[in-house]
């Protein structure tokens, strides 16, 4: 029973676990053009103000900086550092975190991108509990957190998407203040490339992202590709999934089957018959030893020291250089990184994928 938990809150948890600061940071400057620079916006709203965290390409020297999460986890970055303006603009990506976590869980993914020239924006969602916030606290009733989640994950079809329609919302705020500061005097001005905007997500971020992407009534057009990490897929019925209409990559870890299927999901079905439903191009691939929690930024370790993939610095390489890839080709429009698409890693226990003949976006036509 204990092992058969442990493996449900792994399945469910939208916090994540894995990857030390140290090995993600040697990860997310590898052959890098850029150093990253890192800011904290404000976006006030109805009743409540949306942080968000923000990642950008700088030339200057980086510094040691804590980030206020559970663990405060201390980085080489340019903290409020100019933005590179001499080889800009660049791509918008917006991060949406899991369930009760925070911006901070896609720190190494959101470095990384930074440091290959992209800006990431990633707002704290006010979830009904959340283990960590951007300017630091957090609730930490663990066990009420973990009974939410659980009851989350049950919910399957019959979930409350209404109660989460704040969510797809935020995301669609970042973009707006993101765009604004682009436009009117501001560190951002002039560094954002307005035609080239993606998105990414872990587990219930992946569900937001989905709904942005073009399921729902959410739907935010200025999405041009989606990067989905071990995604809440089990939402949302098959034939949804033919409104996507945006280029789509799928990740989720190999440790994710169906050993609790009959508890909660099948996270191997539900995101394979996802993907099997999206329109091309689309990619689906599957982590070596991997599990939910390796997709992100450190949160229970403290609890679970043990919890986790085995090859964390290698699942951290291989997420982030397909996942560069992918963004580079739909988003930015970069040919050259179909040459890391094409090809295969040791890391990868499955890899799938099906192009169009050729797919349009703003930027021209892009044969594929």
Same mark, same amino acid.
């Given at each position: ?27 997310? &400057?590898? @052959? ?18 949306? /942080?968000? @965290? ?9 510094? *040691?900086? &804590? ?30 975190? #899991? ?11 959101? *470095? ?13 969602? /006010? ?8 300017? #630091? ?56 490339? *307005? ?94 030893? @991997? ?17 986790? @993939?085995?090859?964390? &610095? ?39 994928? &099906? ?14």
């Amino acid at each position: 029973m204990r092992e058969t938990m442990k493996s449900v809150v792994i399945m469910v948890i939208g916090a994540t676990l894995l990857l030390s600061g140290c090995a993600r940071q040697d990860s997310s &400057q590898k @052959a890098a053009p850029f150093h990253v620079g890192f800011e904290i916006v404000d976006i006030p709203c109805e009743q409540r103000t949306l /942080t968000v @965290a923000v990642w950008y390409p700088t030339q200057e020297a980086p510094t *040691e900086y &804590q980030y206020m999460d559970p663990h405060q986890t201390v980085r080489m970055l340019a903290f409020e550092g100019e933005p590179d303006g001499d080889h800009g603009p660049y791509p918008l990506v917006v991060y949406s975190h #899991g369930y009760g976590a925070g911006a901070y869980t896609g720190i190494y993914l959101a *470095e990384y991108l930074a440091s290959h020239g992209f800006v990431v924006a990633a707002p704290d969602h /006010t979830d009904e509990f959340t283990v960590m916030r951007i300017r #630091g606290g957090g609730d930490r009733d663990m066990k009420e957190y973990f009974r939410s989640a659980i009851q989350l994950a049950r919910s399957g079809k019959d979930f409350d998407r209404e109660a989460y329609s704040y969510r797809p919302r935020d995301i669609s705020l970042v973009i707006d203040e993101m765009l604004r500061l682009n436009r009117t005097e501001s560190l951002f001005q002039g560094i954002i490339d *307005e035609e080239a905007i993606g998105g990414m997500g872990h587990s219930l971020g992946g569900y937001t992202m989905l709904m942005v992407g073009g399921i729902d009534e959410y739907h935010d057009s200025r999405i041009t590709a989606m990067l989905l990490l071990s995604a809440g897929v089990f939402m949302f019925e098959d034939e949804e999934y033919e409104s996507i209409t945006v280029p789509v990559m799928f990740m989720y870890g190999e440790k994710e089957g169906s050993t609790v299927r009959d508890f909660i999901n099948d996270k191997a079905a539900d995101t394979q018959s996802a993907y099997e439903n999206c329109h091309p191009p689309k990619f689906l691939l599957v982590i070596k030893g @991997a599990n939910h929690f390796s997709f992100g930024q450190t949160v229970f370790q403290d609890m679970w020291p043990g919890m986790g @993939a085995q090859e964390g &610095q290698k699942q951290a390489d291989v997420i982030c250089e397909y996942g560069l890839a992918f963004l580079e080709r739909y988003v930015k429009g970069n040919l050259r990184a179909e040459e890391v698409l094409e090809s295969d890693d040791d890391m990868l226990v499955l890899y799938r994928k &099906q192009l169009s003949i050729f797919y349009i976006q703003t930027i021209g036509l892009r044969w594929l």
